[in-house]
């Protein structure tokens, strides 16, 4: 039921996952970060919990192979679960339960990883590696081109209608946190227009948060 890329900016250090599903509402049970730690996406039949938990691991020293294991003991029903873990270094790694459904798979490239499941075939999953990889410009960017490359290829066996977009750098809030919950259209080209409204807005926002004296207006009534 999801498609999803979790991936690292080697020049920023920022992580980031994008996305998508045929259940409502995907940003809010399967993408997890932690600035300065990882990021992890639980999906499939998910168990929400196993994010937290493998960050956990992750910033008390584990590998990501260790603290995948780790969180998935932790779990009687880890056989459903699909889970990819990348750190901050950019090391990754991914399980794919036996029950997870339908045509499934999941790659690991250089400062990503990509997984999904119900796919209409393997090669969604190797377009959004490559996708990844060959995109430049801002991780959120890349993300997005990888999804957008992967619904290409075939996408979902069926139709998507909810995508996330989440990037986390030193802040320990996220500094973008975008959602289309649901949609009987493209939820990942939705999701880019969010995001190329929020692009040129992100700085400021930061700013607000750190030195409100130097803040931009919000261009809205009563703030002139």
Known sequence: MTLSIVGRCAQ??????????SSIAVGARCPW????????????????????RILDRLQQGDTAETALKNGLSTDDYYMYRQVTVLTVEGESAFFSGEKTLGINH????????????????????????????QQSGH???????????????GGEAGPVHSAALSIVDSPVWPIVDLRVDWTDADPVEELNTLWQAYKPQMQDYLTRAFDPRSAPGYGVPGDE
Request: some cysteine; overall charge positive; charged content about 10%.
């Open 12 to 21: 920023t250090g920022q992580m980031g996952i994008a996305i998508s599903s």
């Open 106 to 133: 999941a790659l690991s490239g250089e400062n990503c990883v990509a997984a999904g499941n119900l796919l209409a075939n393997q090669a969604v999953i190797i377009a959004m590696v490559n996708a990844f990889e």
């Open 33 to 52: 970060l932690r600035s300065k730690v990882g990021a992890v996406s639980t999906q499939n039949i998910t168990l929400p919990a196993l994010g937290p």
């Open 139 to 153: 991780l959120a960017d890349r993300l997005i081109a990888a999804m957008q490359a992967g619904l290409r290829t």
